[in-house]
């Protein structure tokens, strides 16, 4: 079975620009949650997805945003960039129905902003 | 507000010796409670979990760990290290109700010398 995949891996930005992450998750599985890695903060939740619809959010500013589709992929964008945003961003998955499992990590995007 | 606490930032162990990797919780109902690994520039790979049942909980590696209650801690523990897990290893929990969103300690590096 195929892992969480997340793309790109490595992404070089500007300060204001945007950018947009990819996660796939495992398949059959509908829940998909976001972190932001980062040496100062660790990893802080950003929002999950469940069934294309936001279930919980962390407290970050309005430039983060995401949205997942019919197939349970997600996105997470971030609009103008701020050289703190550097960061690698985790994507993770968990399967339907079953509150004890685990949630499966992808390897992550790492986001340099110059 | 929910929290995890890792209160040792690095952990030194001489190869062949047992470990220890300390883990504090404070999370709301009865507690869902993780433990991953991170190499380098990769992911978070799943270790262990307790959601109930026995306070000793067996994971991959020949990791474990024990659930406390009255202590509200959640330890890892391996009988005789591996210089191969010389690894960033976190703990996460989240209350039964909040199925997507794990709280992440701050992280401990695990160091095992030969």
């Known amino acids: 079975k195929a892992g969480v995949t997340q793309t790109p891996r490595y992404l070089i930005k500007t300060r204001g620009q945007q950018v947009t992450l990819s996660c796939s998750p495992i398949s059959g599985h509908r829940s998909v949650s976001w972190y932001q890695q980062t040496p100062g903060q660790g990893l802080q939740f950003l929002f999950e997805?469940?069934?294309?619809?936001?279930?919980n959010k962390g407290n970050f500013p309005g430039r983060f945003s995401g949205r997942q589709f019919s197939n349970s992929r997600s996105e997470m964008n971030v609009s103008t960039l701020e050289l703190g945003d550097s960061a690698l961003y985790l994507c993770?998955?968990?399967?339907?129905?079953?509150?004890?499992?685990?949630?499966?990590f992808g390897q992550g995007t790492r986001l340099t902003v110059v | 507000a929910q929290s995890v606490a890792q209160p040792e930032d690095q952990v030194n162990v001489a190869e062949g010796n047992p470990l220890t990797v300390k883990c504090t919780y404070s999370v709301s109902g009865n507690p869902y409670l993780f433990w991953y690994v991170q190499y380098p520039n990769r992911g978070l790979q799943f270790l262990l979990k307790y959601i109930t049942g026995d306070n000793l909980v067996k994971g991959s590696y020949g990791f474990e760990a024990e659930f406390n209650k009255s202590q509200t801690s959640f330890h890892l523990k391996k009988p005789s290290a591996l210089v191969s897990d010389s690894a960033l290893y976190f703990c996460?929990?989240?209350?039964?109700?909040?199925?997507?969103?794990?709280?992440f300690g701050q992280g401990t590096t695990l160091q095992v010398k030969p």
């Open positions: 997805y469940f069934s294309e619809t936001q279930r």
């Open positions: 996460a929990g989240r209350g039964s109700s909040n199925t997507g969103k794990l709280i």
């Open positions: 993770a998955s968990s399967p339907p129905g079953i509150r004890e499992t685990e949630a499966f």
